[in-house]
């Protein structure tokens, strides 16, 4: 009699969808954005739900959820989202096909970054933009004219954004006071429709800009206010100014009420503190997590007039996703051996898609996950398995053959990274020589140490796995764990009392087919026989 198969003692995931309902979203919103969206997605024939301020209130057209509410937490997959809310009333449970964050982004002054006190005379641009739009006080001027000074992105960045609000907040001073405007940064950002004319009229309404390199101005605060000492890099004198006001920059950062969705997606701890990773193989609003989307500061854009593009851009996607079973272009999920799988949850953990499920084992949504591989090269039981077959048995087979068709010359087998190097090999024509043997994989971070070790012993004489840059990896850290293995790998064979130099990784883009040959170039230097040793 079979044995019973047994839950995980772990907390479960939410299970696979049986049935996916692409037309019911969930915008997390705060603001504008956020209710533009909702609305657009209306008209679109969606079924919204919005959680955000009371500015910011469900329309009537959706069943709603009530201002108050917040995303306590979510699991499932796209088309099968369980999401719990909870508010004063309690807690309650819905189901979402999509989930689409629209918050505006968290500030925080950078008082401590500059080593300054918060006070009457040094406050945030925040607080300068509150207390000009409902008439707050302002510190009385010492003289004539009101000397305001703005500190911006003279730690961290600034973005043409915040230079926006920077100008906004000048021209209304100039409303009410007599007032002389100082800008102190490393960068004047205004890279955005109509920036570079309104800081030419800024400039020449009067307003000074300081640009800082390496040195950085000195600040002496004290009861009397703030005393700023640098060396014009103009001009090469020290000046002093002792502003009336000094206007802080902030730093942005994700609010609290996306760490549900960040939670979600397990490769968000080493990309941006926002939900999208910086690199190109997310544009748009995708994030890592089919299903997931996110526009503005969500997804960490705060480029001035976004929020319209991304808008259209989140219709798009979730237009293209109904209904969609499994990616374009793509083969089947991985197949998991339920008499291997030991549900230790590695897969769970390094899945950089957040595709893996586990109840009674684990399991792949085959519309998240995109065949990286790290699933089947991490597991440590040899559970999971690529379909079609690429695990590491078909692909030491594969080595197998070429090497025995290949001259015994210096022999390179090159495992390359479908969405990079591959492409980058493939444009590199006559300047490649004959003795590469190309193995093509999903992706770097699918290359085992193991099947390194047996092309070895199969009769490589050098090994060369090439993928993507960091930062620009579809499978977010797959480079890294590439880059990691080869490593580990050239210590053993060091220990074997071979030379490690014979296994090399290298980053490539999939335009850079020099640069692949110069890889291979430099493995087949360090790897050439001697003339009586060549056949």
């Not at 079979?2 to 939410?14: C, I, Q, Y």
């Not at 008209?43 to 959820?65: K, R, Y």
């Not at 309690?90 to 096909?97: K, N, P, Q, S, Y």
């Not at 739009?133 to 954004?161: I, K, M, S, Y």
Request: net charge negative.
């Amino acid at each position: 009699m079979k044995a019973p198969e047994l839950e995980s003692v772990f907390l479960n995931r939410g299970p696979i969808p049986e049935e996916r309902d692409f037309r019911r979203v969930l915008v997390l919103g705060g603001d504008l954005a956020g209710a533009t969206l909702r609305d657009r997605l209306i008209s679109e024939g969606f079924e919204v739900v919005e959680l955000g301020d009371e500015i910011c209130a469900p329309a009537s057209t959706g069943d709603g959820v009530a201002p108050g509410r917040v995303l306590e937490r979510i699991d499932g997959f796209v088309g099968g989202f369980n999401a719990t809310l909870s508010s004063g009333n309690g807690v309650e449970t819905a189901r979402f096909g999509f989930v689409i964050a629209a918050q505006p982004a968290r500030r925080s002054a950078k008082f401590l970054d500059y080593g300054l006190g918060q006070s009457e005379r040094v406050i945030s641009l925040s607080q300068l933009e509150n207390a000009l739009n409902v008439n707050g006080l302002l510190p009385e001027p010492r003289g004539e004219w009101f000397h305001a000074a703005f500190l911006c992105g003279l730690e961290g960045d600034a973005d043409p954004a915040t230079f926006k609000r920077v100008f906004d907040a000048i021209e209304q001073l100039r409303s009410v006071l007599r007032v002389q405007p100082y800008i102190l940064t490393r960068h004047v950002k205004v890279a955005a429709a109509g920036m570079e004319r309104r800081y030419r009229e800024i400039r020449e309404a009067g307003a000074l800009f300081f640009k800082f390199d390496d040195s950085r101005p000195v600040f002496e605060q004290g009861s009397g206010g703030l005393v700023i000492a640098f060396a014009d890099p103009i001009l090469g004198v020290e000046l002093e100014l002792a502003p009336d006001l000094v206007v802080v920059d902030e730093r942005l950062a994700p609010p609290d009420s996306l760490k549900p969705l960040l939670d979600m997606i397990p490769s968000s701890a080493v990309t941006t503190p926002f939900l999208q990773p910086e690199s190109s193989r997310f544009s748009g609003v995708r994030t890592p997590k089919a299903g997931i989307l996110a526009a503005g500061a969500s997804r960490g854009n705060f480029s001035l007039g976004s929020d319209a593009a991304d808008v259209e851009a989140v219709v798009v996607a979730l237009k293209t996703s109904t209904n969609q079973e499994i990616p374009a272009g793509l083969f089947g999920p991985p197949i998991v051996d339920p008499a291997k799988c030991t549900i230790c949850l590695t897969c769970v953990r390094l899945c950089p898609h957040g595709a893996m499920s586990f109840r009674k084992r684990a399991e792949a949504d085959p519309v998240s996950c995109m065949r990286c591989g790290i699933c089947a090269s991490e597991c440590p039981m040899e559970a999971i398995r690529l379909e079609p077959a690429e695990g590491q048995e078909e692909v030491v087979g594969k080595i197998g053959v070429a090497l025995s068709c290949t001259p015994n010359t210096e022999r390179i087998v090159a495992l390359l990274c479908s969405r990079s190097a591959a492409h980058a090999m493939a444009t590199a024509g006559p300047r490649l020589s004959t003795n590469v043997i190309p193995i093509v994989v999903p992706c770097a971070g699918a290359v085992d140490i193991s099947v390194v070790l047996k092309a070895f012993e199969l009769g490589a004489d050098g090994v060369l796995v090439a993928g993507c840059h960091t930062g620009n990896c579809a499978s977010i850290w797959g480079t890294a764990l590439a880059a990691g293995r080869i490593s580990h790998a050239a210590a053993m064979l060091e220990e074997a009392a071979i030379d490690p130099r014979r296994v090399m990784f290298v980053s490539l883009a999939s335009n850079t087919p020099g640069a692949f040959v110069r890889a291979v170039q430099e493995l087949s230097d360090r790897t050439a026989k001697p003339e009586h040793m060549r056949l």
